[in-house]
């Protein structure tokens, strides 16, 4: 755990060494907010609560968490620091999850930069703070579902820019699999049980239930099994091809 | 315990193409191992290996008695390892680099202030303590990777082209370093630079194609050559007739040669019987016979020399076909 802890402190330092941090928290903000104001109509609304602003999260996630997960493996690889921290007493598992958990924790940063939304529609009338939290905690999980997938592209190459975008092209998919549009795409040629598991895994469906102040089991599930899954994957490929 | 590192038959694939074929090697506290070897000969990927940071197809590798595979967090724990290009996180100081470095070896607070200074101090690291290692010039980041390897006083220092791109005075006191830890340790030290060898290493081995070709001391290693330890004489044209029979009178003398001739002076090599010094007796024949000498001292063979003769066969062949 103490491994994980210093790998963890090391990266999250990292964000705020460099201009990135601040880059990337006013472009958060700045997104989420536009999206919110101009896209969901915020104010003509006239409802006191925050679903126009978490309802654009999924999309700005595909290019923004991408933007973050790209370079947590490639760059290492690239610039052969790899090799430091691979002949280190730690596991390979112990460095995947430090690094993980710091980009998560970076994103939480940035969500929780957004509290100013949260106060505006406290004074603008009587929101139910409950289904706001909820939507939070959504929000994060599904910003760490979205990064473990980034994080496991990026393991994969040593280009930031592929990883980047094939990142992004799998969690456009993700978020898009109960549209007609993927789904058609892969009604023609594909199984059926491929086109119904693609309904089911759809990031919208399950952040739309949270959005409504429900999180179930079954969501719950959904975002921490991909996190798991794809750390695990990222630790076997990082095994594999970490000299490569 | 004095083998501290030990490999048997470590062998490593990539793709189609053998990087390490069956090298088994052992170093032993004191040691310091030069590993030599052409571009490509597989030297950098036996010391990943030997790290832990590739695992081998074959065979295992021991680091003081703990084997790779099984323990690989206690064996890495005994090893100091700077990396070929010495790569390091840029955005990060040297202090920075070097407190985390000694966090995730298991020192904290105080102990981790400690060890980061001792380390910074015997790399001469201390006046860019603080700087971006973005910033620093190669002489510097090659010390600060120097600095994280020797941070927690390893058992085994497995050194990747330490001195590679430092310029001269860097390089001696790198070597200088090198030679004051060894005592203590099992040193591995892979270069291109052959004088190196001599200066730092106890040991050489020149690796080609993945396998060890040669194995041994500098001196023994520069034995090959056969003109190692032959004598080298430079006389007047008209004395060289009379000094060649001489020589070749000599007890321990087996053959005499004629390099060159020119403006009125001959080059002799006189060579040894099995390497041993005639470098005297030549010298009292030559007074004896009061004849005029210009020069005269005992070659050294050359592991320049050394190094082509045994890592060229592949470059011959190819070009005599």
Known sequence: ?244 | MTELIKTYNITKKFGDMAAVKNISLSVRKGEVLGFLGPNGAGKSTTMKIITGFIKPDYGSVDICGVCMADNPLIAKSKIGYLPEGAPAYCDMTPRTLLHFIAEIRGFYNHTRDKKVAQAAQKTGLYGVLDQNIDTLSKGYKRRVGLAHAILHDPDILILDEPTDGLDPNQKYQVRKLISEMAPHKAIIVSTHILEEVEAVCSRAIIIDKGQIVADGTAESLMGRMPYHKSVALSVAQEDADKIKVALYNLVGVIDVEEISRHNGRVRLRVFPKSQISIVDEIAELVRNQSIAVDELFVERGKLDDVFRQVTSSDFLTNSSS
């Open chain 1, 1 to 244: 755990m103490r491994k994980i802890h210093i790998v963890f402190q090391r990266e999250f330092n990292a964000y705020f060494d460099t201009a990135v941090a601040y880059v990337y928290v006013s472009i958060f903000v700045a997104l989420t907010n536009t999206f919110a104001f101009y896209i969901g109509n915020f104010f003509v609304r006239g409802q006191a609560d925050l679903k126009v602003f978490f309802q654009y999260h999924p999309w700005i996630y595909i290019i923004l968490i991408p933007a973050i997960a790209m370079r947590l493996w490639a760059e290492e690889r690239k610039s052969g620091t790899i090799e430091l921290l691979m002949t280190l007493p730690i596991t390979t598992s112990h460095a995947v999850i430090g690094k993980f958990l710091a980009a998560w924790a970076f994103v939480g940063v940035a969500l929780i930069v957004t509290f100013p939304m949260w106060l505006t529609v406290n004074y603008l009338g009587i929101p139910d703070n409950g289904v706001i939290f909820v939507s939070y905690i959504g929000s994060f999980l599904m910003a760490g579902a979205f990064l473990a997938i980034g994080s496991f592209v990026s393991a994969l190459t040593k280009n930031q820019m592929i990883a980047f975008i094939v990142a992004s092209l799998i969690c456009f998919i993700l978020v898009m699999s109960s549209y007609p549009l993927v789904l058609g795409f892969f009604r023609n040629w594909a199984p059926d049980f491929v086109v119904s598991a693609l309904e089911a895994v759809s990031f919208l469906t399950h952040f739309q239930q949270i959005t409504q102040g429900l999180i179930t089991l079954p969501t719950l599930f959904f975002y921490t099994s991909l996190i798991v899954f794809f750390l695990f994957a990222n630790t076997l490929v990082i095994e594999h091809n970490k000299a490569v």
